[in-house]
Every structure is written in structure tokens, then in C-alpha cells.
């Protein structure tokens, strides 16, 4: 399974950034979900959303984020707006899944930085 983040970047205050990822493999998706981690803390998730498109996200998201999925390529976005400075993080993607003999699983991206500047 290969999980890639792209999208990242720095950012200003108030402006908007995308982030995109891709999995691929064979596999059957059930979630997908954003987490991110700032450095020295621990990782938290951000957003999430199950294989038939409820999203769910954390309460510091204070309806400035957006997650969507296209299910026909594996790919979930997270539409993030009116950035904030402590929005700056390393952005992961994780992947809940099923394949063929296997059990449910999960995987990470490498992840994607985010960061705002002031």
C-alpha cells in the first residue's frame, strides 16, 4: 500500500491551502483521514471521512477545513481556509483498508508540511 500526501506549503494568515492523498494498492478503502503533528507535540487528527462520504473534524477546525473524497482514485482533499499560524504541522494521511487474505489495516503518507508564516 503507498499513501502520498502532496500540497503543502507555507502560508500567510487568513489564506487557503490544499492538501491531496493518494493510496493505491490492492486494497478496499474504508477511512481516510487527515492527522497532523507540530513539533513538539503529539500527533492529532484533523479530519476524517468514511467510504460513504461522512466527514467528521476535530473542534479546532472551527469549520475552516474541508475534507472530500474521490472514491474512483483513492484520493481524499482537505480544503483548509483562514489558516492560522498554529495551523503549522507536518500533515499526514492514514489509510484504514482491507486486502485480499488480510485483515483491517492501516498505513501512513510521508506527509506534507504546512507552514504559516506571520
Known amino acids: 500500500v503507498q499513501v502520498v500526501e502532496s500540497g503543502g506549503g507555507l502560508a500567510q494568515p487568513g489564506e487557503s491551502l490544499t492538501l491531496s492523498c493518494a493510496a493505491s494498492?490492492?486494497?478496499?478503502?474504508?477511512?481516510m483521514a487527515w492527522y497532523r503533528q507540530a513539533p513538539g507535540k503529539r500527533r492529532q487528527v484533523v479530519a476524517r471521512i468514511t467510504k460513504d462520504g461522512r466527514a467528521y473534524y476535530a473542534d479546532f477546525v472551527e469549520g475552516r477545513f474541508n475534507i472530500s473524497r474521490d472514491n474512483s482514485e483513492n484520493t481524499i482533499f482537505l480544503q483548509m481556509r483562514s489558516l492560522k499560524v498554529e495551523d503549522t504541522a507536518v500533515y499526514y494521511c492514514?489509510?484504514?483498508?482491507?486486502?485480499?487474505?488480510?485483515?483491517?489495516?492501516?498505513?501512513w503518507g510521508q506527509g506534507t508540511t504546512v507552514t504559516g508564516t506571520s
Open positions: 492514514g489509510v484504514e483498508y482491507t486486502s485480499p487474505g488480510q485483515g483491517p489495516a492501516g498505513s
Open positions: 494498492g490492492s486494497i478496499t478503502i474504508n477511512g
